[in-house]
């Protein structure tokens, strides 16, 4: 670990000063994967993991930002640490898009073990901020994303709690294949109506003779 805590992290000297030039140092030190292990080798007896990282505003709900790759250097953290006593994860004022990054399957960096540190996990307590689900843009993708995640650690959950933080009151994750956001529509316009309509199969003049 020292030693890939104090080697470049680029090529070389050049490519390192464009490149931190070109982004931010914020955006270095969140894909900085080295650091975040070595942080989590520090507390390998926690318990209950908290992220929270609310605030992000709607226009970058389909970006990937700064906070989307520290969520991934994290996860990644975590998962290559030997942190056997993790088992509870709070989630608190996340945006939809941020369990993509947390999701270990599939996911970045993902090593094969990876399921087994998230399989410890039994009492989760998950809150996300909501938005306008009737809008022209409703965001479906992003609640089906949010129920992929809870599905893939309800096999080994004791307890499980879920709040949407914010003033739009949004669909229970659990069940959204009931919610009216997903029911196909009662009425729709029937295209190619002259295809469609009932007709006879041949012409009227054949079928009289």
């Known amino acids: 670990m020292a030693s890939v805590l104090t080697r470049p992290k680029y090529a070389n000297v050049e490519l390192g000063d464009i490149l931190t030039l070109q982004y931010p140092p914020l955006f270095h030190a969140a894909t900085n994967v080295p650091s975040f292990i070595n942080a989590l080798t520090h507390v390998p007896n926690m318990r209950h993991l908290t992220i929270k ?29 030997p942190m056997t006593k993790l088992s509870k ?26 399921s087994r540190r998230w399989g410890q996990i039994r009492k989760l307590y998950i809150s996300v901020e909501s938005w306008d689900f009737y809008s022209p843009h409703p965001g479906l993708d992003q609640l089906k994303i949010v129920d992929d995640y809870i599905r893939g650690l309800s096999k080994n959950l004791e307890k499980f709690t879920f709040a ?46």
């Open 164 to 209: 949407w933080s914010g003033r739009f009151k949004g669909p229970c994750p659990l069940y959204l294949s009931a919610d009216p956001l997903f029911r196909a529509p009662q009425h729709t316009q029937k295209l190619f109506n002259e295809v469609t309509s009932p007709m006879s199969p041949f012409p009227a003049r054949l079928l009289g003779r």
């Open 53 to 81: 990282c609310p605030g992000q505003a709607p226009r970058e709900r389909y970006r990937r930002d700064i906070v989307d790759y520290a969520l991934i250097s994290l996860r990644i953290a975590v998962e290559r640490t």
């Open 89 to 114: 994860l709070s989630l608190v004022n996340l945006h939809p898009a941020a369990f993509t990054y947390i999701r270990h399957i599939p996911g970045f960096g993902a090593v094969p073990s990876a």
